[in-house]
């Protein structure tokens, strides 16, 4: 799958525009103070001069526009009255007391009316407004141009930041890489950040079931190569007695005998077949049925079975209860769970069969008087190809019947439960939601 976009090049990228904007706007408000308070200052300072020279302190100096170094005077003091000088600057001689901006020969002027206490001489403090204008935006750059530097440290520290925190996703990518598809291993959760490790634990959790579902197959194959290779060999062996016959009737003898080993190895093949289909995804939709229906014709499948062993097949409480079923697998769960119970259970015994709705839930139990599951071994019948052993047993099988039903009720949303009874005997209960009607 082609990645959309890089998390760490969009992150950098909004923090980069985010930080720009703000140090613009940020940048552009403090220039503008700063703007505006260094002509606030100059003003203040025109005053100041103006205090100073209306109490006779200081004087003209409009003779010395230019100082010995040809460095221009900022600030102009000169009388009002004649007689003026060549350097002077020809003001308006009716000027008020105060400060005032005035456009003479196309320059602006900020300026100062003062009059002089001891002289009575009035006196204008005067400055170019260009010159007031760069001297304030001198001000605004002093103010704006460390707020730029600053944010583009700033902001190199942030990606240098972005770039460290990032760098434990891409070792885990890195080491991800490197598994081995057919023994995964869990990823190191120490020393991660506390929002990347509920993502390390639920990828964990993911390839702790990937190696249990491979230790499954691989074990699954294993014994189904087990199982399999007996009967062929048994196939095999009968075969070779068919071709040694020593007469008519008894290669009719051996052939039936290989006939029924065929049909062993063909219930062994659909078995395997079937436990694959349900331990793969394939899924198709789920139908609504009567759950009642399905027990009850499996009673009638099963009866002559059951009547062959001298077994006492019954039913009672089979109430009306519809469920989802998918493919038929819940037929055949009903019909493992009877078949079961009639090979376990001795001549003369008894099986009883009921159907309930408790809770939300429809209730299927099977109750048989067979020797039971020692307790040790009770949650292990679940697992293909394991077998338990007992005098009570009428045939030999396969130890796949329990593990398919398992299949099928997980793929339903149900749950087997196996319990020995105190008096002896076995009950197999499974529990499935159920519906309100039938589709």
């Given at each position: ?302 009866y002559p079975l059951a009547e062959k062993a001298d077994i006492d097949l019954g039913a009672t409480d089979l109430e009306e209860v519809s469920v989802l079923d998918q493919d038929s697998r819940l037929q055949q769960l009903v019909r493992n769970a009877i078949s079961n119970a009639i090979n376990h ?95």
């Amino acid at each position: 799958m082609k990645p959309t976009h890089s998390l760490q090049k969009e992150l950098s990228r909004w923090i980069i525009l985010t930080a720009f904007a703000f140090m613009v706007i940020g940048g552009l408000v403090s220039s503008a103070i700063a703007f505006w308070e260094a002509k606030d200052i100059q003003d203040s300072l025109l005053r100041e001069i103006g205090s100073l020279v209306r109490y006779g302190h200081l004087g003209d100096n409009s003779s010395s526009l230019d100082n010995n170094e040809g460095e221009e005077i900022s600030i102009l003091i000169q009388p009002v009255d004649p007689p003026l000088s060549e350097h002077s600057v020809h003001f308006p001689q009716k000027l008020k007391e105060g400060l005032q901006t005035l456009k003479l020969d196309g320059e602006s002027w900020r300026v100062l009316m003062v009059t002089q206490l001891s002289s009575g001489l009035r006196y204008i403090i005067a400055q170019q407004t260009e010159l007031r204008d760069d001297l304030a935006l001198a001000s605004g750059l002093n103010v704006f141009l460390p707020m730029l530097v600053l944010v583009a440290l700033m902001l190199l520290m942030i990606n240098w930041i972005i770039r460290r925190e990032f760098k434990p996703l891409q070792q885990l990518a890195n080491q991800l890489k490197q598994q081995n598809a057919l023994q995964p291993e869990t990823m190191p959760e120490k020393g991660l950040p506390l929002e990347i490790a509920p993502f390390v634990t639920a990828i964990n959790d993911l390839l702790e079931r990937i190696q249990q579902t491979l230790h499954r197959q691989q074990r699954f194959i294993a014994d189904a190569a087990h199982e399999l290779r007996t009967p062929v060999t048994a196939l095999s062996l009968l075969a070779e007695n068919v071709d040694n016959a020593s007469n008519e009737s008894d290669r009719n003898e051996r052939q039936k005998q290989l006939q029924k080993g065929l049909l062993r190895l063909r219930k062994l093949l659909n078995q395997l077949l079937d436990l694959a289909r349900l331990q793969s995804n394939q899924q198709n939709p789920k139908q609504t049925v009567s759950f009642k229906t399905i027990v009850l014709e499996a009673i009638a499948d099963l009866y002559p079975l059951a009547e062959k062993a001298d077994i006492d097949l019954g039913a009672t409480d089979l109430e009306e209860v519809s469920v989802l079923d998918q493919d038929s697998r819940l037929q055949q769960l009903v019909r493992n769970a009877i078949s079961n119970a009639i090979n376990h259970t001795p001549k003369g015994g008894k099986i009883n069969v009921s159907l309930k709705a408790i809770n939300q839930h429809a209730v299927f139990q099977v109750d048989d008087t067979g020797d039971g599951i020692p307790e040790e071994v009770i949650t292990q019948v679940f697992e293909p190809f394991y077998r338990v052993q007992n005098d009570a047993s009428t045939q030999t099988g396969n130890g796949l019947g329990l593990a398919i039903s398992n299949e099928i009720a997980q793929r339903l949303e149900g749950r087997i439960v196996l319990k020995n009874k105190p008096e002896g005997g076995l009950v197999f209960i499974y529990t499935q939601p159920y519906q309100d009607h039938l589709e």
